[in-house]
């Protein structure tokens, strides 16, 4: 049974940083694409990054590009999610999840995604 477990969201000052964290256990992390997603209050769940399977390829929403970096640690069976230059729109619920083993993934899509995690949330605020 595949788990996944967030860590690391909490409430830090615009400007600042966060690095988020995501662990897989019931299998070993190396063979799923994994994505980062997020929902603020009143708004759709969003999709933020994802990192591939074979070749560690990066995918990310515009909103993020230059800010935001994804990588994983199949030795600890951890995915981070490094948040620099955080804003008050980045505010909200960030959840993890995992795509079918071996499944070829780019942008984050919600629908190719069956496995979450239970969201961490994160505060961007004075």
């Known amino acids: 049974q595949v788990q996944l477990v967030e860590s690391g969201g909490g409430l830090v000052q615009p400007g600042g940083s966060l690095r988020l964290s995501c662990t897989l256990s019931g299998s070993t992390l190396d063979i799923y694409p994994i994505a980062w997603f997020r929902q603020a209050p009143g708004k759709e769940r969003e999709g933020v990054a994802s990192?591939?399977?074979?070749?560690?390829?990066?995918y990310y929403t515009e909103s993020v590009k230059g800010r935001f970096s994804i990588s994983r640690d199949n030795v600890k069976n951890t995915v981070y999610l490094q948040m620099n230059s955080l804003e008050p729109d980045d505010t909200a619920g960030y959840y993890c999840?995992?795509?079918?083993?071996?499944?070829?993934?780019?942008?984050?899509?919600?629908?190719?995604?069956?496995?979450w995690g239970q969201g961490t949330q994160v505060t961007v605020s004075p």
């Open positions: 990192i591939s399977v074979r070749d560690g390829n990066t």
């Open positions: 999840a995992a795509a079918a083993p071996r499944a070829r993934i780019g942008l984050p899509r919600l629908q190719n995604y069956s496995t």
